[in-house]
């Protein structure tokens, strides 16, 4: 099933004002070390295969990236977001949902606009902030028009259990999905995409799109994936089949 040229606008300026339900985020602050130029990370998501009551790769990623949940809907942080619409038009059409997180652009205007240079690009194509470097002046935020960003409005506790591999992040800085890079440099997948194919749809595929033999570079060949607003020349790396 797919949904028509409305309703993909739709979505993508329900994600623009930023209303969009919860989802997921990580850490911050990895540098280049292990990335190469080698490589192009990208996903692709099937949001035929996602239930809209699953939360399996919110959660995963919560737990994977120590990601906090603060009660005020308005200071939550999401590094991913579960999207929920309707077809438009369609008598009782099914609720359908799509995750959604950084896209980690080809051309990411958060880091055109970052005063002090913490938003940067790997040579693997993946975005990041470098913690140490933000100031929390949020002009990422406003720029990013998928609205992937979050910022640490508040104090964060440790709590136990949290995973040492992904450090607390500071208030005051921003946040966002890093595609759990402190995984992908160990040669694994995004806590999401795991968590997905084991309890979830399976609908997430991580992988090189430089390897003409993965999976992901073979869908994204096939012309069936889709871009969210591919017309602002951005060239997200994150794709979808069924939109």
């Known amino acids: 099933m797919s949904v028509d ?34 490589n192009l990370w990208g996903m692709v998501i ?49 609720e359908r949902s799509m995750p959604a997180m950084c896209f980690h652009c080809e051309h990411p205007p958060c ?11 790997r040579a693997d194509g993946i975005v990041l902030i470098d913690k140490h470097r933000c100031i929390g002046c949020r002009y990422c935020m406003v720029a990013c028009p998928y609205k ?32 759990c890079v402190h995984r992908i440099d160990q040669g694994k997948q ?4 795991e968590a997905c194919k084991k309890t979830g749809g399976g609908g997430m595929v991580f992988g090189d799109l430089n390897d003409p033999k993965s999976e992901v570079s073979g869908i994204v060949r096939s012309s069936r994936a889709t871009q969210i607003r591919a017309d602002l020349g951005l060239n997200p790396r994150v794709f979808y089949l069924g939109v």
């Open 148 to 179: 992937a960003r979050s910022f640490v409005s508040k104090h964060v506790e440790h709590q136990p259990g949290e995973n040492p591999e992904s450090p607390i992040r500071m208030h005051g800085v921003v946040e966002k999905c890093d595609l």
């Open 46 to 94: 099937d949001i035929n295969k996602c239930d809209p009551e699953c939360t399996a790769c919110y959660d995963a990623c919560r737990k994977e990236n120590n990601v906090p949940h603060f009660p005020e809907p308005e200071l939550d942080i999401h590094w991913i977001r579960k999207i929920k619409f309707k077809q438009r038009g369609v008598p009782n059409a099914e």
């Open 190 to 193: 995004p806590a999401c995409v």
């Open 111 to 121: 880091a055109h606009v970052c005063p002090v240079a913490a938003t940067f690009k």
């Open 5 to 38: 040229r409305r309703d993909f606008l739709k979505i993508g300026a329900v994600m623009a004002a930023g209303t969009i339900a919860p989802a997921i985020s990580g850490a911050a602050g990895q540098d280049e070390e292990g990335a190469s130029s080698k």
